[in-house]
């Protein structure tokens, strides 16, 4: 959708005239360094060119009204500033935890307001729910003509998953949404927020998602299971070593003090975090240096350890995998985001595209009974007001 698109959608469901505004916040694609961002480690996710765009009048009262141009079937879905109640499944929730979030810090949202949503991010595992999250921060920042930051944006949208979705996620999806540059990928410390744009000089490769289309819910999933795995093995560690976060430790040293970690599966959940923080450290380097070789390497480690260490993947999954790693010109392939379903990322040469996708879709399909859909990576900006 155009500008023009968006606002006769608005029109259309809520009447034309006023104060009319609209915003952009994209989804994003981690290349590497997965189910770190709440174990004090580091990650390197891009934004897109796709998310979702969001275009708002505010309101003289408290009631809040929605619309999705893609669930167009609910109709206008209503709620209220004075009661911001949680309902099962809606994407409304991700609206509400935001206006709860920024209340929490003390900032006053007095006014309801009418919102059109429209989202164009291709499959689940791409960050939608960030990206909404990030959209409506900076429309509220907008309107009311609060003093915060990109980043502050995406911290309310963090605490938006953790306080009032459910979703005991990090910080890593919420920060690229709000702080991404075409062409560029973010290295962040989540234990700090010190941030580094690298830039994605691929020299003839492309970055390449594969969409599984098995959806995932990972408030439902294993995500918080996860999370909890990694603190036990973290209290267990604090035993014997002085650390706040798993990801303080290197390889080295996690061998020689692993043994203080009584539960196997939280082992191997441990080594997951540990190992991938040192893989992604050594992937954006070799990423500065343009050594491809290297970097998809890593790539396959990690997803292998995704697979085996930390039980994210699912057949589907592995099956996408398997197969881009077949292909000529595949340097490496993983699975990305919250994992259990959604994409894989793969850099491939551009001369090579053509037969990757025929043929892992025809193999993905003949295993799974399942169609992908495989489209290049286009790298975009954070999150913005348009109009």
């Excluded at 390197?44 to 309101?59: E, H, I, K, Q, S």
């Excluded at 430790?249 to 959940?269: G, M």
């Excluded at 996408?320 to 990322?345: F, H, I, P």
Aim: include cysteine.
């Amino acid at each position: 959708m155009n500008n023009a698109e968006l606002k006769e959608g608005f029109a259309k469901a809520f009447g034309d005239g006023g104060d009319i505004r609209g915003y952009f916040a994209p989804g994003r694609v981690n290349l590497i360094g997965e189910h770190i961002d709440y174990n004090g480690g580091h990650v390197f996710p891009c934004a897109l060119n796709t998310g979702n765009y969001a275009v708002v009048r505010l309101r003289d009262d408290h009631k809040l009204r929605f619309f999705s141009a893609n669930y167009s079937r609910l109709g206008i879905l209503e709620g209220s500033l004075d009661e911001l109640v949680k309902k099962n499944e809606s994407w409304t929730n991700y609206v509400k935890g935001v206006i709860f979030a920024m209340r929490e810090k003390g900032y006053t949202i007095d006014r309801g307001f009418d919102c059109y949503i429209y989202g164009n991010i291709p499959g689940s595992g791409l960050s939608s729910s960030a990206a909404m999250e990030v959209v409506i921060g900076t429309m509220i920042k907008d309107f009311f003509g609060l003093d915060v930051s990109p980043i502050d944006i995406a911290l309310f949208g963090q605490r938006a998953e953790n306080g009032f979705i459910g979703m005991n996620c990090g910080i890593m999806d919420q920060f690229a949404s709000a702080m991404g540059k075409t062409g560029k990928a973010i290295f962040l410390d989540t234990a700090t927020l010190e941030y580094e744009y690298v830039p994605l000089e691929l020299e003839g490769c492309k970055i390449v998602v594969a969409n599984s289309n098995k959806p995932h819910s990972l408030v439902s999933s294993h995500y918080n299971e996860r999370r909890q795995e990694c603190e036990r093995a973290l209290s267990d560690l604090q035993k014997v070593v002085d650390i706040k976060a798993l990801c303080e430790l290197t390889p080295e040293r996690f061998e020689e003090v692993k043994s203080a970690i009584s539960d196997p599966v939280c082992l191997a959940r441990a080594k997951h975090a540990v190992y991938e923080e040192d893989r992604t450290k050594k992937a954006v380097a070799a990423l500065r240096e343009n050594d491809l070789v290297t970097f998809g390497r890593l790539l396959n480690e990690s997803g292998d350890s995704l697979r085996y260490d930390y039980d994210a993947t699912c057949p589907e999954i592995d099956a996408l995998v398997e197969e881009a790693r077949k292909q000529k010109g595949v340097y490496g392939s993983r699975e990305t985001g919250g994992g259990w379903g959604g994409n894989t990322v793969s850099i491939v040469k551009e001369d090579c595209i053509a037969d990757f996708r025929k043929s892992v879709s025809k193999a993905y399909t003949e295993r799974t009974g399942l169609s992908c859909s495989i489209y290049e990576l286009e790298t975009g900006e954070g999150g913005r007001r348009i109009f």
